[in-house]
């Protein structure tokens, strides 16, 4: 019986089973077919091929990175995305000219329209989200620095390097010549201004991914190189730690709705710094920000960056209303440093207008804290990747030291409701 002799019905089934290339190779061959794949009353076929296929959440249960609900679904067009960024990234292509911003846009929506997670067991994370961890796979070959070695537009740097501080370390940041580029990046004090609030962001307020994804690979390193088992340089393709893509998810929210970002418990606050010398030493005569031309000084062999963590028992003030985010109201928080009893940090949260979340606050001694840090959680609400920023000091002087910083919450219950905050 000649194929086309089938029923729909059929046909259907068997497209269904089939890889989503394949479907497109066989609606070529004739109108009939290509009226079967393209021109079908519902979407039935587009989003089994979807379900099936894609190693990926099903995006009738995903919420953004804020909480919203994610955008209407267009089963097609999501598969057509998806299966367009697969093909590239496995053959280490990047498309047709202009066509690079479309696939990383495609990889960022991927890895921030995720379920949300629904709690932990002990430590472990209850409803992992499918994407990511499928996106890692497949992007563990090489292809996020094939793409940053390129000549890139300032937009597409801004998207490569958010996707890439999401996804972790790869092969090139191992590399001592890319560890030293983030230091000379992030130790730079032009790169501090009045203007950014002193933290990795543009004028309008909105993230510089370019300083995070630097401020990420300094700590990044750091954590790494503490962990028991050290890194196989030779053979290392990914890894899995609490500053890569399966910790960007989103965690569903707790009972006390006041606490909307789980402020309330045990936090560790980690951050780096440098000899004031050196830092002295290296900006000295510079006027721009970014990456000057010398950066020899973070490759003499007396070089050292220092790396120190603290833990914080945290606890919500209060909470004042944001009539631009009626369920998220700005949250006045106070945390005290274990084993430093004068020592105290006190600041706010709150939801910008794009959906970044934003923290700042002041740490030291009760009386005088010196300390400022900005920062910005970086994956979804709650989620375990915590927030990243930087810090200096409250004068923020022109010789003042400047550094990265990473605060997660480690308590074990991370959802657990708290008592009721002040309105």
């Not at 004028?203 to 196989?232: C, F, K, Y």
Request: aromatic residues 10%; hydrophobic residues 40%.
């Amino acid at each position: 019986m000649p194929l086309l002799d089938l029923p729909d019905e059929l046909l259907e089934h068997i497209l269904i089973l089939s890889d989503p290339i394949d479907v497109s190779h066989l609606a070529q061959t004739c109108q009939a077919f290509r009226g079967l794949v393209y021109q079908a009353p519902d979407d039935t076929l587009w989003r089994n091929l979807y379900l099936i296929h894609l190693e990926l959440d099903d995006p009738r249960h995903c919420v953004a990175m804020d909480g919203r609900p994610r955008p209407l679904i267009e089963w097609r067009l999501e598969v057509q995305r998806a299966i367009r960024a697969r093909t590239l990234i496995t053959t280490n292509s990047i498309g047709k000219p202009g066509e690079l911003g479309t696939i990383l846009q495609t990889l960022l929506a991927l890895a921030t329209l995720v379920r949300p997670m629904t709690g932990w067991d002990a430590d472990l994370p209850k409803s992992l989200s499918k994407s990511l961890v499928g996106i890692p796979a497949l992007l563990r070959h090489g292809w996020i620095d094939l793409v940053e070695r390129l000549p890139l537009a300032e937009h597409e740097q801004q998207l490569v390097a958010r996707f890439h501080t999401y996804f972790g370390l790869t092969q090139d940041d191992i590399r001592k010549e890319a560890r030293t580029f983030s230091r000379a990046f992030v130790y730079n004090t032009q790169n501090y201004a009045p203007d950014n609030d002193f933290g990795p962001f543009f004028e309008d307020g909105t993230v510089n991914w370019v300083h995070v994804r630097a401020i990420h690979h300094l700590i990044s390193m750091q954590v790494v190189e503490h962990q028991e088992t050290p890194i196989d340089t030779e053979a290392f393709e990914y890894a899995i730690y609490p500053l890569s893509l399966p910790f960007t998810q989103i965690e569903a929210p707790g009972e006390d709705k006041h606490d909307w970002l789980g402020v309330t418990g045990e936090w560790e606050v980690s951050f780096s710094f440098i000899d004031h010398r050196v830092l002295m030493r290296y900006n000295e005569g510079l006027l721009h920000p970014g990456i000057p031309e010398d950066v020899s000084v973070f490759e003499e062999e007396s070089f050292d960056e220092v790396f120190r963590v603290m833990t914080v028992d945290m606890r919500l003030l209060k909470t004042q209303p944001d009539p631009e985010h009626p369920h998220n109201p700005i949250i006045f928080f106070a945390g005290q440093m274990r084993g430093l009893t004068n020592s105290v940090m006190n600041g706010k949260a709150w939801m910008t207008s794009n959906g970044t979340v934003r923290w700042r606050f002041v740490s030291g001694e009760a009386s005088a804290p010196i300390w400022g840090s900005e920062g910005l959680q970086v994956g979804g609400l709650r989620s375990a990747f915590g927030v990243l920023g930087s810090w200096s000091t409250t004068v923020h002087d022109a010789d003042d030291p400047v550094g990265p910083f990473w605060m997660r919450k480690t308590s074990p219950s991370r959802t657990a409701a708290t008592s009721q905050p002040q309105s």
